[in-house]
């Protein structure tokens, strides 16, 4: 079975500055992985997804995601951050290629608050 | 930009009372799911409806809980006898096909269960 783990519930950062949000992930099988975002009072908005090759996959709003997996890590990545990019960012996986299922799987979610 | 829409966005019912809870998947996608948040923690899981039958269910998805594709365009989720604990943000989602697309989501339900 898989499991996804956000260690960060929280993560202040001053507007302009880099954000980094951890994500790690355990499976027996190979993985999709996803990034969604929620702003308040809205549903999940996919933001990016690793599936094969490259493992740096970049998305929306200039966000980026590189995939480890020796490290099992996802973390997602912002050179740059926004006010308008606070949110809560969840970190998902699902079975990769050939598996028998398609749900995904949530981590515990990460609330970015960008301050001025 | 074709969207998944929900309603209605916040019920409150008493324990014990039968809730539907009602989705409008995007239109010509073929994979349809049920997630819930509870307050405070994570998304989760609870069924996924393809080809008229459910694929997929969690354990939380038991007895008490039923899906539904009534018509060609609204996919629900029946709760039985609501308890307390159905308290949470229901989200709906729809995939073109499975596997790796995208799921979409919809803006969610408040059930709050009294």
């Known amino acids: 079975a898989q499991s996804v783990t956000q260690l960060d519930s929280q993560v202040p950062v001053f507007e302009e500055a880099p954000v980094e949000l951890r994500c790690n992930y355990s499976s027996s099988v190979s993985v999709y992985l996803f990034w969604y975002v929620q702003y308040p009072n809205q549903g999940l908005q996919l933001l990016l997804k690793y599936l094969s090759g490259s493992t740096l996959v970049k998305g929306i709003n200039g966000f980026e995601a590189e995939f480890n997996k020796s490290q099992t890590s996802f973390h997602l990545r912002k050179p740059s951050v926004h006010i308008s990019d606070t949110a809560e960012y969840f970190c998902a996986v699902s079975e990769g290629y050939g598996g028998a299922t398609n749900k995904l799987i949530f981590g515990t979610g990460t609330l970015l608050a960008v301050q001025p | 930009e074709p969207e998944v829409t929900q309603t209605p966005s916040h019920q409150v019912t008493q324990m014990g009372q039968e809730v539907i809870l009602r989705c409008v998947p995007i239109?010509?996608?073929?994979?349809f799911y049920w997630y819930r948040q509870i307050l405070g923690q994570k998304v989760e899981f609870l069924v996924s409806?393809?080809?008229?039958?459910?694929?997929?269910k969690s354990e939380i998805f038991d007895d008490q809980f039923s899906v539904e594709r009534p018509d060609g365009s609204n996919f629900t989720l029946k709760i039985r006898s609501t308890k307390l604990e159905d308290s949470a943000m229901y989200f709906c989602?729809?995939?073109?096909?499975?596997?790796?697309?995208?799921?979409?989501f919809g803006p969610g339900t408040r059930l709050t269960v009294t």
């Open positions: 989602a729809s995939s073109v096909r499975g596997g790796s697309y995208e799921q979409y």
């Open positions: 239109s010509n996608h073929l994979y």
């Open positions: 409806f393809y080809n008229n039958e459910i694929s997929e």
